[in-house]
């Protein structure tokens, strides 16, 4: 034995001798052992999915073949990815988290004035998308520092500008014009209901207008629905989105597609509008919104009640439902903005989304590629698979103008990789 | 594996303690490296061959300054003289140890930060071809500076006489990748710990007082830590921030890696004591301390305690005269500092407190503001530890500035520095007055309360716990199992000290 440290002697005097009866003790011992092990045994008990089970046995095997295809980096590269994949699973199908979460929600929410890590708690009953939040006083997306950290960490394409850039030049070899449409997000047009010390003006991020410069002097044609939905809220005073979701009004959506169809009169053939080819049929509907979703709780009556709203459906004028027209002029790229009130998914009904409305405006056909949550990606993706040499029908084939709406947050979130959209059409 | 996470909680924990227990004695050193390794690979596999390679390598230099290396594994193993006269291969075995660490370590860690300044160097020497940019960014292994100093430790203290060389690998092993410390510490040394893996108890007052002590931690970081780390990550990564908002920010920061780091070793010293360790103390509420010396004294102990044995002694220490302790303990903080990270934000960190403590070296070892009452003198030393705070937590250099600046409302609120965009001004301002919407939340300022009260008033873990009535156990528990209640409403939260 050698002689012991200072600072072990110390810690054995301190640590290695509590005051403690053994009473206390073996119960204090049994209930800590009793809540990490009745856990994962009530878990095994009484669950009837097995998903941790089924990555491990998917990965494991999978693991080994790629260790002989690849070497031991691409199965190691495999096996990280399993156990990211087995932790998400386990937590997802755990049944305490099931049992404890909604009450625990509830207290931080109701009692506590917080949301979660997707949703935040706005002023009288109003949520936020954390995402929105972080983009609007956040950093700003075209700061050189940010985007060169984004570039040395290799995880997306941070910068927006070649992609757009891109599109544009593509869609200029054929002949299209690109109208971007970057959508303004909920803290952008209501910070009011976030906080009281904001005042109600429009809140970008700091980026943001030297985006739009930067685009207008590459020629790209930019149309911002942020002023002309400030303009609407400083006449009525009414909210333009909604309180417990993401997503904008009808009301707002229509004002938006009014104006984007002013602007895309200057480059389609609007020779011969059909004015009566729509027709527009009011409705209710009503929904619980996608942030109070985000909450997972029962929680105060104000964030879990349905919202009602009443939507504007466009029909044909036979009263049969709209549908995107492959021939038009117009091709809108969108996400969830575009989608929301025209696909069922998203709670709020159909048939009066972006697409709908832009369509009654201009009293013609419009084609739609939407992607919920693909604003910066996924639409660009679904339109350069469309315009491929293996496709039959060239998607762009007749379109005079595209339309590229996304969420301004993709700006800073988004992965912004080139897209390279096919030269001309398969002859 | 994070401590605080469903898997470590309720999966992995309950599977050591009853592979542990269950174990024979003689191969319980062997079932806890494995799991070790399993803890430490679940970050990343590949992680797992580095450490084997540092402790392949130690075990090896051990043996061999033992003079040990070809001897039969039944003779005795004996610790060299204190002081002796060391042959050639004992100095070679030595330093290949030092070597091998430190390279380990500067490759894994400091290798993007040569690359990134050498970029900016010749980018200001207008000749940008010369830029590495497309040289591979290497991925720092967990925990990476933790063992390598511990396992450095190991091969100077069987150098220096003050421990005996271990024989059984496994042993060894054991001493390195021991889940509990493994990834943030306390840097365990080997003097401090080698009479235990001989021999060491296994009690119930033990294993109760270990369960306190990871309730504590798990209140510390659940409770107090995550939420005011919620604080200091708005404030940190907003575009523009109002002067209170930054003053409160910081604070929040200042607590958050107080309670996260404190947190760590007390979940630490509690797994070590429920599988019969003893780790010694690293934190001793240091926000108490009325000067940056007795700061230093209090915080991360077993860096500042390893520092000063195998760095400022080393160096001279105090022994060389009054001007030569100063640049030696300018020089430690300043290598401490980037000890942390890789990052001119560290070394200037580190270069603040190591002006400070030759400043008060100067004085005898007194508080810059010795005329201050005890309470003021413990206010001041916070004061300038917040102010290090701000450079330790932002993102980079022109962070840190532009973060002070609006800590005193200087040059606008501008934290993103290079506005000049159209439409920013009005807007930065707005979305600076957003940020109180989320920080002053009930919560947030609750905990942020918590944790001013905790930090300056209520004793630290191992007073609290030397005595465990009844009433305490019973607290204990409850916080643990409000902490488990909370855990399930916040994402993915790793301790601060992984990154390091």
Same mark, same amino acid.
């Given at each position: 034995?050698?002689?012991?440290?200072?600072?072990?002697?110390?810690?054995?005097?301190?640590?290695?001798?509590?005051?403690?009866?053994?009473?206390?003790?073996?119960?204090?011992?049994?209930?800590?052992?009793?809540?990490?092990?009745?856990?994962?045994?009530?878990?095994?008990?009484?669950?009837?999915?097995?998903?941790?089970?089924?990555?491990?046995?998917?990965?494991?095997?999978?693991?080994?073949?790629?260790?002989?295809?690849?070497?031991?980096? &691409?199965?190691?590269?495999?096996?990280?990815?399993?156990? $990211?994949?087995? @932790?998400?699973?386990? $937590? $997802?199908?755990?049944?305490?988290?099931?049992?404890?979460?909604?009450?625990?929600?509830?207290?931080?929410?109701?009692?506590?004035?917080?949301?979660? @890590?997707?949703?935040?708690?706005?002023?009288?009953?109003?949520?936020?998308?954390?995402?929105?939040?972080?983009?609007?006083?956040?950093?700003?997306?075209?700061?050189?520092?940010?985007?060169?950290? $984004?570039?040395?960490?290799?995880?997306?394409?941070?910068?927006?500008?070649?992609?757009?850039?891109?599109?544009?030049?593509?869609?200029?070899?054929?002949?299209?014009?690109?109208?971007?449409?970057?959508?303004?997000?909920?803290?952008?047009?209501?910070? @009011?209901?976030?906080?009281?010390?904001?005042?109600?003006?429009?809140?970008?991020?700091?980026?943001?207008?030297?985006?739009?410069?930067?685009?207008?002097?590459?020629?790209?044609?930019?149309?911002?629905?942020?002023?002309?939905?400030?303009?609407?809220?400083?006449?009525?005073?009414?909210?333009?989105?909604?309180?417990?979701?993401?997503?904008?009004?009808?009301?707002?959506?229509?004002?938006?597609?009014?104006?984007?169809?002013?602007?895309?009169?200057?480059?389609?053939?609007?020779?011969?509008?059909?004015?009566?080819?729509?027709?527009?049929?009011?409705?209710?509907?009503?929904?619980?919104?996608?942030?109070?979703?985000?909450?997972?709780?029962?929680?105060?009556?104000?964030?879990?009640?349905?919202?009602?709203?009443?939507?504007?459906?466009?029909?044909?004028? =036979?009263?049969?439902?709209?549908?995107?027209?492959?021939?038009?002029?117009?091709?809108?790229?969108?996400?969830?903005?575009?989608?929301?009130?025209?696909?069922?998914?998203?709670?709020?009904?159909?048939?009066?989304?972006?697409?709908?409305?832009?369509?009654?405006?201009?009293?013609?056909?419009?084609?739609?590629?939407?992607?919920?949550?693909?604003?910066?990606?996924?639409?660009?993706?679904?339109?350069?698979?469309?315009?491929? &040499?293996?496709?039959?029908?060239?998607?762009?084939?007749?379109?005079?103008?595209?339309?590229? =709406?996304? &969420?301004?947050?993709?700006?800073?979130?988004?992965?912004?990789?080139?897209?390279?959209?096919?030269?001309?059409?398969?002859? | 594996?994070?401590?605080?996470?469903?898997?470590?909680?309720?999966?992995?924990?309950?599977?050591?303690?009853?592979?542990?227990?269950?174990?024979?004695?003689?191969?319980?050193?062997?079932?806890?490296?494995?799991?070790?390794?399993?803890?430490?690979?679940?970050?990343?596999?590949?992680?797992?061959?580095?450490?084997?390679?540092?402790?392949?390598?130690?075990?090896?230099?051990?043996?061999?300054?033992?003079?040990?290396?070809?001897?039969?594994?039944?003779?005795?193993?004996?610790?060299?003289?204190?002081?002796?006269?060391?042959?050639?291969?004992?100095?070679?075995?030595?330093?290949?140890?030092?070597?091998?660490?430190?390279?380990?370590?500067?490759?894994?860690?400091?290798?993007?930060?040569?690359?990134?300044?050498?970029?900016?160097?010749?980018?200001?020497?207008?000749?940008?071809?010369?830029?590495?940019?497309?040289?591979?960014?290497?991925?720092?292994? +967990?925990?990476?500076?933790?063992?390598?100093?511990?396992?450095?430790?190991?091969?100077?203290?069987?150098?220096?006489?003050?421990?005996?060389?271990?024989?059984?690998?496994?042993?060894?092993?054991?001493?390195?990748?021991?889940?509990?410390?493994?990834?943030?510490?306390?840097?365990?040394?080997?003097?401090?710990?080698?009479?235990?893996?001989?021999?060491?108890?296994?009690?119930?007052?033990?294993?109760?007082?270990?369960?306190?002590?990871?309730?504590?931690?798990?209140?510390?970081?659940?409770?107090?830590?995550?939420?005011?780390?919620?604080?200091?990550?708005?404030?940190?990564?907003?575009?523009?921030?109002?002067?209170?908002?930054?003053?409160?920010?910081?604070?929040?920061?200042?607590?958050?890696?107080?309670?996260?780091?404190?947190?760590?070793?007390?979940?630490?010293?509690?797994?070590?004591?429920?599988?019969?360790?003893?780790?010694?103390?690293?934190?001793?509420?240091?926000?108490?301390?009325?000067?940056?010396?007795?700061?230093?004294?209090?915080?991360?102990?077993?860096?500042?305690?390893?520092?000063?044995?195998?760095?400022?002694?080393?160096?001279?220490?105090?022994?060389?005269?009054?001007?030569?302790?100063?640049?030696?303990?300018?020089?430690?903080?300043?290598?401490?500092?980037?000890?942390?990270?890789?990052?001119?934000?560290?070394?200037?960190?580190?270069?603040?407190?190591?002006?400070?403590?030759?400043?008060?070296?100067?004085?005898?070892?007194?508080? +810059?503001?010795?005329?201050?009452?005890?309470?003021?003198?413990?206010?001041?030393?916070?004061?300038?530890?917040?102010?290090?705070?701000?450079?330790?937590?932002?993102?980079?250099?022109?962070?840190?500035?532009?973060?002070?600046?609006?800590?005193?409302?200087?040059?606008?609120?501008?934290?993103?520095?290079?506005?000049?965009?159209?439409?920013?001004?009005?807007?930065?301002?707005?979305?600076?007055?957003?940020?109180?919407?989320?920080?002053?939340?009930?919560?947030?300022?609750?905990?942020?309360?918590?944790?001013?009260?905790?930090?300056?008033?209520?004793?630290?873990?191992?007073?609290?716990?030397?005595?465990?009535?009844?009433?305490?156990?019973?607290?204990?528990?409850?916080?643990?199992?409000?902490?488990?209640?909370?855990?399930?409403?916040?994402?993915?939260?790793?301790?601060?000290?992984?990154?390091?």
């Amino acid at each position: 034995m050698t002689p012991i440290t200072e600072r072990e002697a110390q810690a054995l005097k301190e640590a290695g001798h509590t005051d403690v009866s053994r009473a206390v003790s073996a119960t204090m011992v049994t209930l800590f052992l009793a809540t990490i092990c009745a856990v994962p045994i009530l878990q095994a008990v009484l669950s009837d999915t097995f998903g941790a089970a089924d990555v491990v046995a998917n990965v494991l095997p999978e693991t080994a073949r790629t260790a002989r295809r690849d070497g031991l980096l &691409a199965a190691n590269r495999v096996l990280l990815g399993g156990i $990211e994949r087995f @932790e998400e699973v386990l $937590e $997802e199908e755990s049944l305490l988290r099931r049992w404890i979460l909604p009450p625990t929600q509830r207290l931080l929410t109701d009692f506590l004035g917080v949301g979660n @890590e997707q949703a935040y708690l706005g002023r009288g009953g109003w949520l936020f998308l954390r995402d929105d939040f972080d983009h609007v006083t956040g950093r700003g997306f075209l700061e050189p520092r940010r985007l060169r950290r $984004e570039r040395l960490a290799g995880s997306r394409a941070a910068n927006p500008l070649p992609a757009i850039l891109g599109l544009h030049r593509d869609l200029a070899a054929r002949g299209i014009e690109l109208v971007v449409m970057p959508t303004p997000v909920k803290p952008t047009v209501h910070p @009011e209901f976030l906080a009281a010390a904001a005042d109600s003006g429009l809140i970008h991020n700091p980026s943001f207008g030297d985006f739009l410069g930067r685009l207008e002097i590459a020629g790209v044609t930019v149309f911002d629905p942020s002023t002309v939905l400030a303009a609407a809220k400083a006449r009525s005073g009414e909210p333009l989105y909604l309180r417990t979701d993401t997503h904008w009004t009808p009301r707002a959506v229509e004002l938006v597609a009014r104006e984007l169809a002013s602007i895309l009169r200057d480059f389609i053939d609007s020779s011969h509008p059909q004015a009566d080819r729509f027709v527009r049929r009011r409705a209710y509907v009503s929904s619980p919104g996608d942030l109070a979703r985000m909450l997972e709780h029962r929680g105060a009556e104000e964030t879990r009640a349905s919202e009602r709203i009443e939507v504007a459906r466009v029909l044909t004028r =036979q009263g049969r439902p709209w549908t995107p027209d492959r021939k038009a002029q117009v091709l809108l790229l969108g996400d969830s903005f575009t989608n929301i009130y025209s696909d069922a998914a998203l709670g709020w009904g159909t048939g009066s989304g972006l697409a709908e409305q832009l369509s009654f405006e201009l009293g013609q056909g419009v084609d739609r590629i939407a992607v919920n949550a693909g604003g910066s990606w996924s639409s660009r993706q679904a339109l350069a698979r469309g315009t491929a &040499a293996e496709t039959r029908a060239d998607r762009l084939a007749g379109k005079r103008v595209v339309v590229y =709406q996304f &969420a301004a947050r993709e700006l800073s979130t988004g992965d912004w990789k080139v897209l390279e959209i096919r030269a001309s059409a398969k002859p | 594996m994070v401590f605080s996470s469903y898997l470590f909680v309720y999966g992995f924990l309950p599977l050591a303690l009853l592979a542990y227990y269950l174990l024979p004695r003689i191969l319980r050193h062997l079932g806890l490296t494995v799991l070790s390794y399993a803890f430490y690979g679940w970050a990343n596999p590949a992680f797992m061959v580095v450490m084997l390679a540092s402790t392949v390598i130690d075990y090896l230099c051990g043996l061999t300054i033992a003079g040990q290396l070809n001897r039969t594994w039944r003779e005795p193993v004996r610790s060299l003289e204190r002081g002796g006269i060391r042959t050639r291969s004992q100095r070679l075995a030595v330093t290949i140890s030092v070597i091998s660490n430190l390279t380990l370590l500067g490759v894994f860690k400091y290798f993007n930060f040569a690359t990134d300044n050498y970029n900016a160097l010749v980018g200001w020497l207008g000749m940008p071809d010369a830029s590495l940019d497309s040289v591979l960014r290497v991925v720092l292994p +967990l925990g990476i500076s933790f063992y390598t100093f511990q396992s450095m430790s190991y091969s100077i203290d069987v150098y220096r006489g003050h421990a005996v060389a271990l024989r059984n690998p496994i042993d060894f092993a054991c001493y390195v990748s021991m889940f509990p410390q493994l990834v943030a510490g306390p840097i365990i040394r080997f003097s401090e710990i080698q009479d235990q893996l001989l021999k060491r108890t296994h009690t119930l007052e033990k294993f109760a007082r270990g369960a306190a002590f990871f309730c504590l931690g798990m209140t510390k970081k659940i409770l107090l830590a995550n939420p005011c780390g919620k604080i200091a990550d708005t404030t940190f990564d907003a575009a523009a921030v109002l002067p209170l908002d930054a003053w409160y920010g910081v604070s929040a920061y200042s607590f958050q890696i107080y309670f996260d780091f404190s947190a760590y070793s007390d979940l630490a010293i509690g797994l070590g004591l429920m599988l019969g360790f003893v780790f010694p103390k690293n934190f001793d509420s240091p926000y108490k301390s009325a000067s940056i010396t007795e700061f230093w004294r209090r915080w991360h102990i077993s860096l500042s305690t390893w520092l000063r044995d195998y760095l400022y002694k080393p160096l001279g220490g105090n022994r060389r005269g009054g001007r030569r302790t100063y640049v030696n303990l300018a020089l430690v903080m300043l290598l401490g500092g980037l000890w942390h990270g890789a990052a001119w934000n560290f070394v200037i960190w580190g270069a603040f407190h190591g002006l400070l403590l030759a400043a008060e070296r100067a004085r005898g070892k007194r508080a +810059l503001f010795e005329w201050l009452p005890h309470s003021g003198r413990v206010a001041a030393t916070f004061g300038l530890v917040l102010l290090s705070w701000v450079f330790f937590r932002a993102e980079d250099l022109p962070s840190s500035i532009a973060y002070l600046g609006s800590m005193f409302g200087v040059s606008g609120v501008s934290v993103a520095g290079g506005l000049a965009e159209g439409l920013a001004g009005a807007s930065l301002d707005n979305g600076a007055a957003l940020l109180g919407a989320v920080i002053y939340k009930p919560y947030y300022v609750l905990s942020f309360g918590l944790a001013a009260v905790v930090a300056f008033a209520a004793p630290q873990t191992w007073d609290w716990t030397r005595r465990l009535p009844l009433w305490k156990a019973a607290l204990c528990l409850g916080l643990f199992w409000l902490s488990l209640a909370l855990l399930t409403s916040q994402a993915y939260n790793p301790f601060i000290y992984f990154i390091f």
